[in-house]
């Protein structure tokens, strides 16, 4: 099966709104990276993680850093430019040098 | 911040050719990734690049894929021949080191095979 599994994968809010994203791993992943891609298709990195949290104006974001087994992404005060696909993608340990992705959230913010 | 350049960013090709695909990564980066997208869906690895070798490929990455970076210059994607299946948005990526950095994606080369 697939080893990270996001969740939801779509999502409707209005503007103003706040929400949270999640990304279960099925096996203890070193680090996540979380994306958004937005409709012309650039793949923005939002944040990357070994741990704790990092916020970025109304973003935050925080991988579990006791069992590494999952990571959210949370969105305040929702406006309509943060509308596109969030993918979260994670490393597992050892020498694996490859980012594995989710399937996507696909977030669209209503006026 | 830095950028990782792809280039072309669009590219129609007839069944059979070779297409080369080519990334420029950030400048100072010694890992190099393709990944490929299909119609916004999941992106999938293709293949990992250090010093010169392949890493690690997925079985996505078919016999007719090769990736190379001659000395100084971009990092390519060669697909010969090409197959209808091969339409989909590659994504170059680099990171510094190996595992445990982040990654920076080029905003990917849109293939369509006819």
């Known amino acids: 099966g697939d080893q990270v599994e996001q969740s939801p994968s779509a999502l409707s809010l209005h503007e103003g709104t706040d929400s949270a994203l999640r990304c279960n791993f099925t096996t203890t992943m070193r680090s996540v990276q979380w994306f958004r891609q937005n409709s012309r298709g650039s793949l923005i990195s939002l944040f990357y993680l070994a741990s704790g949290t990092k916020e970025n104006g109304r973003l935050k974001s925080a991988f579990d850093s006791k069992e590494r087994r999952y990571s959210t992404l949370h969105i305040r005060d929702a406006q309509l430019e943060d509308s596109g696909t969030y993918f979260c993608?994670?490393?597992?340990?050892?020498?694996?040098?490859?980012?594995?992705f989710g399937k996507g959230t696909k977030l669209s913010v209503k006026s | 911040g830095p950028k990782v350049l792809q280039i072309p960013s669009h590219q129609i090709i007839d069944m059979g050719q070779m297409v080369t695909l080519n990334c420029d990564p950030v400048?100072?980066?010694?890992?190099f990734y393709w990944y490929k997208q299909i119609l916004g869906q999941q992106m999938e690895f293709l293949v990992n690049?250090?010093?010169?070798?392949?890493?690690?490929k997925s079985k996505l990455f078919k016999d007719q894929f090769s990736v190379e970076r001659p000395d100084g210059s971009y990092f390519t994607l060669k697909i010969q021949p090409t197959a209808l299946e091969d339409s989909a948005v590659y994504f170059c990526a680099s990171s510094l080191g190996g595992a445990g950095s982040d990654y920076t994606f080029g905003s990917g080369t849109r293939l369509l095979v006819i």
């Open positions: 993608a994670a490393e597992a340990g050892g020498s694996n040098a490859k980012l594995t």
């Open positions: 690049f250090y010093n010169g070798k392949v890493m690690e």
């Open positions: 400048s100072n980066h010694l890992y």
